[in-house]
């Protein structure tokens, strides 16, 4: 099993001033410890059930970008990216450029996105869920559309475009990968099986994540895709500062089941040091999971 990193506590001691050394110092860290993957949250406001919207949050793309910078190694995403902040053709340049610049590092993170409350506090529409996600598929369409030889018209129910052009395309090929995040057993995961790449689940029990890639195997089936050619992860939580054999084991359990990857968030007040701890006490073991 392999090991990412979700960096979504933006409250520093030192403040904003402080969050460059903060967010760099952890990449470089995970960089060095063989960690896989970063991701950041596609938020404008704190998570309110994490802390409150009045606590620090920086943009995501602009974290992915200044950490592809300063490091060779890690994939980088958001997890995930709400369809409704961001035109489809601005975002598939966005993540173009992210994996360019990378030198081939970029994923799609993409959900239906949910936080009514940042929407409306910065006047963005919030259509109701249906809307959106017939808003998520024909983003990832036009998002696989722009990463290929097709720059013609794109014609949807919700985003009509022009011309699809995008040069210079992404590095890898045929595309960055896509994840989908989420686990809705009638739509989120019909649409994992139907484009993704990879799927993000919570790690809420083993019994519940058993029953959503039973839910996923059957819409795999339904379409003709190979279940197994799609990644599975899930969000956990540990602590490395402490025992981590408890974390392991539930890992077995969990990699038992197919999860291929998991991430967990570092602490404050110093999420680098929180890394190379990690990288000492678990990249190591969770490799021979």
Not at 260 to 284: C, H
């Amino acid at each position: 099993m392999r090991l990412g990193i979700h960096f979504m506590n933006f409250t520093h001691p030192g403040g904003g001033a402080a969050l460059r050394a903060a967010v760099g110092d952890t990449a470089v860290a995970a960089d060095a410890a063989g960690i896989d993957l970063f991701t950041a949250m596609d938020h404008w406001f704190q998570m309110e059930h994490f802390a409150t919207a009045r606590d620090p949050m920086l943009e995501g793309y602009s974290v992915l970008s200044f950490v592809a910078a300063k490091t060779e190694r890690l994939r980088l995403s958001l997890l995930v990216t709400g369809v409704t902040y961001r035109h489809p053709g601005l975002l598939a340049k966005t993540v173009t450029t992210l994996d360019v610049l990378s030198g081939g590092r970029a994923m799609l993170g993409i959900g239906a996105a949910w936080y009514e409350r940042e929407h409306r506090a910065l006047g963005v529409p919030y259509p109701p869920v249906a809307e959106r996600f017939e808003r998520l598929e024909e983003t990832i369409q036009i998002c696989e559309q722009m990463w290929s030889d097709n720059d013609g018209p794109y014609d949807g129910k919700h985003y009509q475009l022009a011309e699809t052009i995008c040069v210079p395309q992404p590095l890898q090929s045929p595309r960055p990968p896509i994840l989908i995040g989420g686990g809705g057993e009638k739509k989120t995961l019909r649409l994992v099986a139907k484009y993704a790449d990879a799927c993000n689940l919570f790690g809420s029990s083993t019994a519940d994540v058993s029953h959503k890639l039973d839910v996923l195997r059957g819409h795999c089936d339904a379409l003709g895709r190979d279940y197994d050619s799609i990644q599975k992860t899930i969000l956990a939580q540990v602590n490395p500062e402490g025992d981590v054999s408890e974390f392991l084991s539930a890992m077995e359990r969990y990699a038992a089941l197919g999860i291929d990857l998991v991430e967990v968030a570092p602490a404050a007040p110093d999420p680098a040091r929180w890394v190379t701890l990690l990288g000492e006490k678990v990249v190591g073991p969770l490799a021979l999971i």
